[in-house]
T-cell receptor
Framework: ELKVEQNPLFLSMQEGKNYTIYCNYS?????LYWYRQDPGKSLESLFV?????AVKQEGRLMASLDTKARLSTLHITAAVHDLSATYFC????????????FGQGTILTVHP | DSGVTQTPKHLITATGQRVTLRCSPR?????VYWYQQSLDQGLQFLIQ???????AKGNILERFSAQQFPDLHSELNLSSLELGDSALYFC?????????????FGEGSWLTVV
């Protein structure tokens, strides 16, 4: 059974600082997603990582994928308050590309 | 706005009742997925349909069923509702233009069972 674990689960950051969220998964997969969720809202797609060594960046967020280590990272650069949200990684399991197994989520709070 | 439309947004119903959640996928998307988000279980995949046919099944209870119609909209039927079914139910879609790998989520339907 595919398991996805994120750490940390809670992250309190100061504005301007850098930090990384880690996503480990238990079985082979070549497709990993990062989503952002504001409280009570939908899941906003941030990145889709499709191959080993894939790196994608958007604004202050950068995601990478190491399929051999079964690890993805979401790096936050110079955090700002607007980045406060819950971040989920999700991994494709099996042959259905829509069958995502989600991590527990990382609740990020950015303080002034 | 992801382009995935879900109705109703909020629903309160009593135990033992049956409800239907509706989803319209993004234009051109053939795949529709249903997910459940609750505090104790997190985000869980329920079921996928592709162009009207069931493609994959997850942790969907026997009391729940879904279908996708010829116009590609989908419905999730929840019956004999229990308190534990209270959750946020998401529909998602993919497979159309604008990034076929991306899976787009709707705003969700909040279900409260009392």
């Amino acid at each position: 059974e595919l398991k996805v674990e994120q750490n940390p689960l809670f992250l309190s950051m100061q504005e301007g600082k850098n930090y990384t969220i880690y996503c480990n998964y238990s079985t082979t997969s070549d497709r990993l997603y990062w989503y952002r969720q504001d409280p009570g809202k939908s899941l906003e797609s941030l990145f889709v990582l499709l191959s080993n060594g894939a790196v994608k960046q958007e604004g202050r967020l950068m995601a990478s994928l190491d399929t051999k280590a079964r690890l993805s990272t979401l790096h936050i650069t110079a955090a700002v308050h607007d980045l406060s949200a819950t971040y989920f990684c999700a991994v494709v399991g099996g042959t259905s590309y829509g069958k995502l197994t989600f991590g527990q989520g990382t609740i990020l709070t950015v303080h002034p | 706005d992801s382009g995935v439309t879900q109705t109703p947004k909020h629903l309160i119903t009593a135990t033992g009742q049956r409800v239907t959640l509706r989803c319209s996928p993004r234009s051109g998307d053939l795949s529709v997925y249903w997910y459940q988000q609750s505090l104790d279980q997190g985000l869980q995949f329920l079921i996928q349909y592709y162009n009207g046919e069931e493609r994959a099944k997850g942790n969907i209870l026997e009391r729940f069923s879904a279908q996708q119609f010829p116009d590609l909209h989908s419905e999730l039927n929840l019956s004999s509702l229990e308190l534990g079914d209270s959750a946020l139910y998401f529909c998602a879609s993919s497979g159309g233009q604008g990034g076929r790998h991306t899976i787009y989520f709707g705003e969700g339907s909040w279900l409260t069972v009392v």
